[in-house]
């Protein structure tokens, strides 16, 4: 249950602070203070007992069928993850409730921050690889959101872009490479598969899925040549730079490397791969950094350096080297945060972030340069200072790989990245905060901000100096029982301190301080050579490559997908037929089945050619429309005749509902339409579809007809009507087979309900204005209008209905368990109930006096459904699986509630809701359409008069 609260709890606190939008900044922040506290806390409740060697899980059956299970897990791996999750996302959200300005959506900021550090606790507990999958997407699109916070700025938008586009997709091919590893595994357990490298390793698919996954560790971890994404991020404000890209998101793909260590290392295609790309992107970072003028965008880089360490240092596949990479995640989230945290200081107080214009502000800010010089210290890795202890463990470590039968390549190159990472530490202290000023404006007003800004930053140095001072005390029980994890056995015994000897790792190390000392002392000149150089924009070419693959895919679908509906639907019934065609030649056998039919009855035979004569009558009277809604609505009705004739009343009144509904619809679209259509077809072309139409006609009804002469064997419906009442609680098959048995589905066709009611919405919202508006209002000028807009018979008639409607609905409601009803069709009633007020008493009228929006029902109701589904998990119970009893009550007696009744509350509210979205925006367009040209007369006409002398 605490594996349980722990993963839900930023989910829940984020949508507590999107439903208090509107309320103040201190609102937001304080839930996610609280939030991130309170996961902290519980995440050292449990602690000493991970650490100690105990594995907390918990695993609930979600989606069997496909072994996807909400398993959680927490082992001393995901132990520092979380608490590095909520430790520095406590601190941030601190940091960050000083550092927005006011007037600046905190409501959005924060709801966005909470989804994203849900969605990241998600991927390091996750027990089940597809459960880690749906977090890891998820993480993508949190990250896009607080990337593209700032939507006025061209710079976050187009960062938010790339980010989702290369982390995304990397994330598509993971699932590939996740699903893979499970199939060869035998489970999509996590467990199951860390306990199976030998069988992975030894599989002819390992080339492959070790590819795929490392594709993926690689996008999300931004390294070469998939890093470009993140620097472009830094349009993000700095508080979600100093979470995402230091110490959450992009170390995702490192903990995903360190996770499945014991399954995909020590083999020497791994080595060789995650070796060689993490020592380049370490380099190239480097070097890059090194001459960066944006504060963030230094950090951006050395953040990439500093993760292609990490990678580096796990690609060794050596036991030490995965001790080191553990020590570096603590030491780089330390120092890497409280930078970032700074340079968002220095820019909030300053107003840039161009070192070009700072200088010397240790003078007026002394705090905070006291805290960011500390922190590129540890960057830098001087002692006493923990950076000191992994750099130095990490300089030891590639002494014994040999890479490419050449066994002085990854030191030479991991020591000059080293000298460039001192290089680019020093000069960010010393250029910043010491020496003069190079520009007086942004040093006119800057000044220490208060405790609140710099107390966040300041307990990471702190972090970062005990670290080095007392590592075997502050991290090594830590560090020992997470490499264990990451190994897959007990860890090397552990010496983390910072004397270790004279030996060749402190050589390099002190090489690499002194060759960073000089780099900056002759940082100006070097400066002049690299800028004089030509340098590959990844940028440019990432945005190249888009415009390409754009550029082709939008050829492939003109070539493909005719901007013609006509050649579409000829082609896909073309298809279709082709397929019914094949289906039948590879079957053999009899076409018709044993089975005996029934003989028709003359009311079936009418039936039957009173729909022919609709449907021909659609096909002949096609311009004539409202003659059309006529035929359309009397074909209904025979199918609903049809499911009546067939004891299927809950069909009847689902299809009468549902058609009663749509002609209303229809009738409304009808006045936003010409009165007389386009001719659409040429004679040749109208041939040519009838063609096609009796041939796919004659097809389907074969295809129908085999299905129907022939017994089904074991049917579904047995199980159904046997299981019904004893495992729904209701006899009324049709509807606990919605909200019980087939509920995902129910779920999932009422999501697509909602997004069809808003997508009615989007495209009709602008019609009323512009080009669209001026052909309506010519439209309806020539319309015939009657006399009397609102009979008062019909008026009064529909206001008298509306209540006993409304009780109608509410009785189908609630009878829908044991009786034809439900929310589906209760919420078709209603919205008939509504449709005749609006067609009366117009739109005006009856829309003044509704008082719940259609947006809100849809998602009301889409909540829910999803709240009675996940209501069950916390019993124990499969999602969406529902529970009844018994209850009784004086003068009412006994009766029967199920959990299902919620359920279909929802599903009610959005088939409702929807209906009225639709209802709402073909009513109102004529109105709209009209005041939107009235107020353009009133703008030319003061436009005229504000031009004449």
Known sequence: MALHILVLLPFVSALLIAAGATRGRGFHSGIAIAASAIGFALVLSVAGRVVGGEVLAVSTPWVPAIGLDFSLMIDPLGLMFAGLILGIGLLVAIYAHFYLAKGEATGRFFASLMLFQGAMLGIVISGNVLLLLIFWELTSLSSFLLIGFWRHSAEARQGARMALAITGGGGLVLIAGMLLLGIVAGSFDLMTILQSGDVIRSSPLYPVILVLILIGCFTKSAQFPFHFWLPHAMAAPTPVSAYLHSATMVKAGVFLLARLWPVLAGTDLYTVIVTSVGLVTMVFGAWVALFRHDLKGILAYSTISQLGLLVMLLGFSIEMAAVAAVLHILNHAAFKAA??????????????????????????????????????????????????????????????????????????????????????????????????????????????????????????????????????????????????????????????????????????????????????????????????????????????????????????????????????????????????????????????????????????????????????????????????????????????????????????????????????????????????????????????????????????????????????????????????????????????????????????????????????????????????????????????????????????????????????????????????????????????????????????????????????????????????????????????????????????????????????VGVFAVVFGAVMLALAQLSHISQRAARAHAAQLKAEKLTHEEGEP
Request: aromatic share 8%; hydrophobic share 55%; charged share 15%.
């Open 339 to 904: 930078l970032f945290m700074s340079a968002g200081i220095v820019d909030h107080e300053t107003g840039t972030r161009d070192i070009r214009r700072l200088g010397g502000l240790a003078k007026v800010m002394p705090i905070t340069a006291v805290i960011a010089t500390i922190a590129a210290a540890a960057m830098a890795g001087l002692p006493p200072l923990g950076g000191f202890i992994s750099k130095e463990m990490m300089l030891y470590e590639t002494l014994e790989v040999g890479l490419f039968g050449l066994p002085w390549l990854v030191p030479v190159l991991a020591t000059i990245a080293a000298m460039l990472s001192a290089g680019y530490s020093f000069r960010l202290a010393a250029h910043l905060f010491f020496g003069a000023p190079r520009d007086a404006g942004p040093h006119a007003r800057a000044h220490d901000p208060g405790l609140g800004m710099w107390a966040s930053p300041a307990v990471l140095v702190v972090i970062a100096v005990l670290l080095g001072l007392a590592p075997m005390v502050i991290a090594g029980p830590l560090v020992a029982s997470v490499a264990s994890a990451v190994i897959g056995s007990a860890a090397p015994p552990l010496d983390l301190s910072l004397w270790h000897g004279v030996n060749a790792a402190l050589m390099m190390s002190i090489a690499a301080v002194l060759v960073g000392a000089l780099l900056l002392w002759r940082h100006a000149g070097l400066l002049r050579r690299y800028e004089a150089l030509r340098h590959l924009d990844a940028k440019e070419l990432f945005q190249r490559g888009m415009a390409g693959a754009d550029a082709r895919l939008r050829k492939l679908m003109v070539a493909t997908h005719r901007p013609s509906l006509q050649r579409m639907l000829f082609a896909t019934f073309a298809v279709v037929l082709l397929l019914i065609i094949e289906g039948a030649s590879a079957g053999g056998g009899s076409f018709t089945g044993p089975r005996e039919g029934l003989p028709a009855s003359p009311i079936a035979i009418i039936a039957w050619l009173l729909l022919i004569a609709a449907t021909g009558a659609v096909l002949m009277e096609e311009r004539q429309r409202f003659r059309v809604l006529i035929y359309i609505s009397v074909i209904g009705l025979i199918i609903a005749l049809a499911f009546v004739h067939f004891s299927a009343p809950d069909l009847a009144l689902t299809q009468i509902s549902v058609e009663v509904v749509t002609i209303l619809l229809l009738l409304l679209a009808l006045n936003l339409l010409p009165k007389s259509p386009p001719i659409l077809s040429s004679n040749p072309r109208r041939l040519r579809d009838a063609a096609l139409a009796v041939a796919g006609g004659l097809g389907v009804g074969g295809a129908a007809w085999a299905m129907l002469t022939r017994e089904t064997n074991d049917p579904i419906s047995a199980y159904h009507l046997a299981n019904s009442y004893s495992g729904g609680g209701g006899t009324n098959v049709v509807n606990v087979t919605l909200v019980d048995f087939r509920a995902f589905d129910t779920l999932g066709e009422i999501i697509v309900l909602g997004i069809a009611g808003l997508a009615i919405f989007a495209l009709l919202e602008p019609t009323a204005r512009g080009v669209a508006g001026a052909r309506l209002r010519k439209w309806q000028e020539d319309m015939p209008h009657s006399p009397e807009r609102h009979p008062l018979m019909f008026v009064m008639a529909t206001r008298i209905l509306l209540p006993l409607v409304l009780a109608a609905g509410i009785y189908i409601f609630l009878r829908g368990h044991n009786q034809p009803g439900g929310g589906f069709i209760a919420a078709l009633v209603v919205a008939i109930a509504f449709l005749l007020q609006y067609l009366a008493s117009g739109f005006d009228w009856t829309d003044a006096r509704r008082r719940i929006g259609e947006h809100f029902l849809i998602a009301f109701g889409v909540l829910v459904a999803m709240a009675t589904g996940l209501g069950s998990l916390l019993f124990g119970a499969n999602f969406l699986t529902s529970a009844f009893d018994y209850f009784s009550l004086p003068l009412i007696g006994e009766f029967e509630l199920a959990t299902a009744l919620l359920f279909d």
